[in-house]
């Protein structure tokens, strides 16, 4: 699809197991969202939808929810799980077009997949005069350090590694992380907050090596090197490991027009 990074859309072959694999999010999300809100939320949009992880989250919470994605072998999953009243379109985000506004924007581990030209403006314009916006996720790592480093000495020799680097730099011993950079910055925003909700899990080896096998620095391998990557990692690790999933949240109000 033009306009979209051909990174962006290696998921699709890893619908089934994005689905089986990533965790969902927790309730105490939707809870800080909407509390930031500050009035009745009846629709949204999701900006990279995926499987629908977050999009069950919000239309749980009686809200309309647009779920857009680039990717139709993911939006094939996402119907699998959804409620029917979700609005489902094949879109990636530089394709929306303002006009229906929405109470609630939101983009749940996709926005760094999204084109920054005008990337604030887009979103602004998708929004209602008193909308809000948030973007989360974050990394999902081993606990144990030394664990940590075995993967990397086990991986080294195909991927340096496998996480994303901040798109805007900004050092991860910062204060506000990425995007809250941006939308403090952008003049669309105003009122830009950060919170974690911290998000322990313990899962087999074999479910931490699928959950791998969605991350998309491992998607872009060819077919055999991943296979060998995945054994060599497997190799290293105990029958159960203790994963740091952490959601790390950013909120922002519209403005009027800078």
Do not use: C, N
Not at 45 to 50: K, P, T, V
Not at 68 to 77: N, R
């Amino acid at each position: 699809m033009a306009g979209v990074p051909g990174r962006a859309l290696s998921f699709g072959a890893a619908a089934q197991a994005y689905e089986r694999f990533r965790p969902g999010y927790p309730e105490e999300l939707a809870d800080l969202v909407l509390a930031y809100a500050g009035r009745p939320v009846r629709t949204a949009l999701e900006i990279g939808a995926g499987t629908g992880k977050a999009t069950r989250l919000f239309a749980r919470r009686g809200i309309t929810v647009t779920a857009t994605d680039p990717d139709p072998a993911m939006l094939a999953e996402l119907r699998r799980h959804v409620p029917a009243g979700v609005r489902v379109r094949q879109a990636a985000f530089e394709q929306l077009r303002a006009g229906e506004r929405h109470d609630l924007v939101y983009a749940a581990a996709a926005l760094h997949w999204t084109d920054p030209d005008r990337r604030w403006e887009r979103i602004a314009g998708l929004l209602a005069s008193d909308g809000v916006f948030a973007s989360f996720g974050g990394p999902l790592r081993l606990a144990d350090p030394a664990l940590r480093d075995a993967v990397a000495a086990a991986r080294a020799e195909f991927l340096a590694d496998d996480e994303i680097p901040s798109p805007d730099g900004t050092p991860p011993e910062a204060g506000m992380q990425w995007p809250g950079t941006e939308l403090r910055a952008s003049g669309w925003f105003t009122d830009v907050r950060q919170a974690a909700i911290e998000r322990p899990i313990t899962m087999s080896a074999d479910d931490f090596v699928g959950l791998l096998s969605t991350v998309s620095a491992y998607l872009e391998l060819p077919p055999p090197v991943r296979e060998q990557v995945f054994r060599r990692v497997r190799d290293v690790l105990p029958g159960a490991v203790e994963v740091t999933a952490d959601v790390t949240v950013h909120l922002a109000r519209r403005t009027s027009q800078p």
